[in-house]
């Protein structure tokens, strides 16, 4: 698999949408773009999309492998936020 800057463009869409592709992952994205500060705690999705932590864990790694948001660990807390708002 080529990186993505040498890929082509419909690989690169290919991904996206295989990261885009339940939709626990399209609220997850809503409620990001929604967040005020344009981040949102593991502890705030958690509570809107009312999925166990396992699972929602297991869509947010789908999100980061294909690029689409980014995580930041501070202390015992992890804040998400979009990767190209």
Do not use: D
């Not at 790694?61 to 660990?73: D, I, M, N, Q």
């Amino acid at each position: 698999m080529l990186p993505s800057a040498q890929a082509p463009l419909y690989e690169i869409k290919a991904n996206l949408f295989k990261g885009l592709a339940h939709p626990a992952r399209i609220r997850i994205l809503e409620l990001l773009a929604a967040a005020p500060q344009e981040t949102a705690a593991v502890s705030y999705l958690l509570a809107e999309t009312g999925l166990e932590a396992s699972h929602l864990s297991q869509h947010l790694a789908t999100l980061r492998k294909h690029k689409v948001v980014t995580s930041v660990r501070t202390a015992n807390a992890v804040t998400y936020r979009l990767a190209h708002p």
